[in-house]
């Protein structure tokens, strides 16, 4: 059973949805963007960008039908995405597990590079959150104190 998180527009992670099972027969584009948390349009364009791993199925009347394999793909490359991988990194990744077997190092290796630089933003943002913090114990502290006024803001030249 594929979970996804839902995310809100404050970037606030929502429990996770459990979408049930998907159907041997698949899933439109519309029920694959409502249980992986993207839009139709971004469904094609990770295929048109060779960000799938198989081409979609589709019915007789050429409708793309989602497979529970490709929702988790999907799923996947939005992470990645998520996370700051260039859509050629994403890309290379699904050619590498498309091809099958044998270039297990060199997925491990662009998962490693990925992972060092997901911690460097991370230590980035960790940084400019101690920042925040700072600005916001002075605001509450000068607040408190009655002398909010004194607090550093730019001056209009006279």
Avoid: F
Avoid at 20 to 34: K, M, S
Avoid at 105 to 126: F, G, N, S, Y
Wanted: hydrophobic fraction near 40%.
């Amino acid at each position: 059973m594929l979970e996804i998180k839902q995310h809100s527009a404050s970037g606030a992670t929502a429990p996770k949805a459990r979408t049930g099972a998907v159907p041997t027969e698949g899933v439109t584009i519309a029920e694959a963007a409502r249980r992986t948390g993207v839009s139709a349009h971004t469904l094609r364009y990770y295929e048109r960008a060779g960000l799938v791993i198989s081409p979609v199925d589709r019915t007789s009347g050429g409708r793309r039908r989602y497979r529970e394999p490709d929702l988790k793909w999907i799923v996947i490359c939005t992470k990645l995405r998520a996370t700051g991988m260039p859509i050629r990194g994403i890309r290379r990744y699904a050619e590498l597990v498309a091809a099958g077997p044998g270039n297990e190092a060199e997925r491990l290796a662009l998962m490693e590079a990925h992972r060092a630089d997901v911690l460097a933003k991370l230590a980035e943002t960790q940084e400019n959150l101690k920042m925040i913090d700072h600005k916001i114990e002075k605001y509450r502290g000068s607040m408190a104190a009655g002398d909010a006024g004194e607090l550093w803001a730019p001056v209009s030249p006279p």
